[in-house]
């Protein structure tokens, strides 16, 4: 099949029902986490339960979109549809303790020749155009 | 309670053709391996009463669809498991009274886990919504992040992790029917200057991405005298996992107290009563070569940070002092998707002495290692030893 190269053809998520608020964040600019209001600890990937002490007790709260690069990856071999300039791909460790949260990511806006391990990053918002959802990206802060 | 040591063994193993683009079905090669394995065994289907299907996702109607297929009998038995833990689960099982002879299997066709896996669609496809496909990042992509990861906080020369292809590639060329051998030798220098896949990964650097199935037949120990071949015999093995699959990332990702790998080795050494050093050959999932240096550190062969220096040791291509992976691995021999089996397959033919030109010099005891996700998902360990 051809791809249209302004069409977004890359997998999407499909926001089940458990995680609305998150996807609704995103629409205002914030990266919402659930916290768990008995211990504390942060929880990311969101589950029913918090990791520490199983309360269901959670909230979903906006972190500050500041982390670190934990580590990263310039693919250059990608499915088809990511097109044929390489594309990057981060874990991003984000300030918020205890329990941290890794967020996984497309690197936009940043020279790649820049990535080093440790540096500042931040989560950027970007919305689909013709999809009825907004993405998190990361970049150099 | 002690492990059932020696209460059964492998009896039947059998691979059949590993290639990429078969125009197969998995059940078509699925029931091959089977019969393959029971052949090889002696035994016949109607013998078996306990199925390990190794399907990633494995629904019960599944094993209710093999023991239709298998003859329409009762199959007392029905479990999951890796290419590891699958067989010591099969002993604990038979020691139980729970079944008499267990088969485990797998087949893989036309579903790629590489970049091919994801076809174009006309509309942006929908998926489930931590997965990591939205990003592009397949398993490559995952295992060069964490190579990045190893070299940057350990301060490991691409040349050590490159030199392991160069060896795969040599063991694959005693192997006729793996899928690399025939290709001839490659050295450090065509490793990385092969095409860049995901940085710092190159192609040479990557898994196979084919089809292909196996089987491992599990007996009992009475069965298992009379068979045509000498049984293989189940020493001791344990599995564990602690983490979803890939959605989750752990602070910090080379924990110094290990992970799932760390604790089920620790448990099939202390069931088998062996020691590191008594294993004469092994058989470690190796997707990518952090992945070895990752199994051997939590597997507690070194410690942590150590397991590229202990590659560059050559402690296991042929002539070291545990020789690994002899049939090529994941990157020379076969990787059809759910590979671990495979590592089994060849310690126990090494183990039988069936190897011809690869054979290593009498083995005694032999070592599995199945595991996921860089050490950290389902991992299964399984120690075997020679008659």
Known sequence: MEIDPDQYLRPLPRKEPFNAPFWEGLERGEFLVTKCRDCGDWNWIPYEGCRSCLSQNLEWTAISGKGRLMTFSVVHRGPPTFGTEPYG?????????????????????????????????????????????TMYRVKAA | MAFPQKAAAVVGVYTTEQARGMERSMWSLELEAIKGALDDAGLSHTQVDGLIPMAYETPLNLHMAWAEQLGGRPITYMDVGNGSSAVAKATNAIAAGMANVVVIYFANCNNPNGPRQLKV????????????????????????????????????????????????????????????????????????SSRMIATPLHLLECPLD????????????????????????????????????????????NEPKGQAVRRCTEM??????????????????????????????????????????????????????????????????????NPSGMHTIEVVRQLRGECGERQLDDPKIGVTLAQGWSVHGLAGTLVMAAD
């Open chain 2, 210 to 253: 084919n089809d292909g199935g196996y089987a491992i037949v599990v007996a009992s120990a009475e069965i298992a005298r009379d068979c045509k071949k000498d049984p293989v015999w189940v020493l001791g093995g344990a599995e564990a996992t602690f983490t979803d699959a890939y959605m989750t990332i752990p602070v910090p990702w």
């Open chain 2, 268 to 337: 099939a050494f202390d069931m088998a009563g062996v020691t590191h050093d008594e294993i004469d050959v092994a058989g470690l999932y190796d997707c990518y070569a952090v992945t070895v240096a990752r199994d051997l550190e939590e597997m507690g062969f070194c410690k942590l940070g150590e397991g590229a220096d202990y590659m560059k040791e050559g402690h296991l291509y042929r002539g070291g002092k545990m020789p690994t992976n002899t049939d090529g691995g994941l990157m020379a021999n076969s990787h059809n998707g």
């Open chain 1, 89 to 133: 791909v981060a874990l991003v460790e984000m300030k918020e303790k205890p329990r941290s949260i890794v967020v996984l990511a497309n690197i936009v806006e940043t020279d790649f020749d820049t990535l080093e391990i440790g540096m500042p990053m931040e989560l950027v918002f970007e919305n689909i155009p013709g999809e009825n959802i």
């Open chain 2, 121 to 192: 669609q006309s509309k942006a496809p929908r998926v489930p919504d931590w997965q990591f496909m939205v990003h592009g990042a397949y398993m490559s992509v995952w295992y060069a992040m964490w190579t990045q990861l190893y070299m940057h906080e350990f301060g490991t020369d691409q040349e050590v992790f490159a030199e392991y292809p160069v060896q795969m590639r040599a063991n694959a060329m005693l192997k006729p029917d793996s899928m690399m051998g025939h290709k001839g030798p490659i050295t450090v220098e065509d490793v990385l």
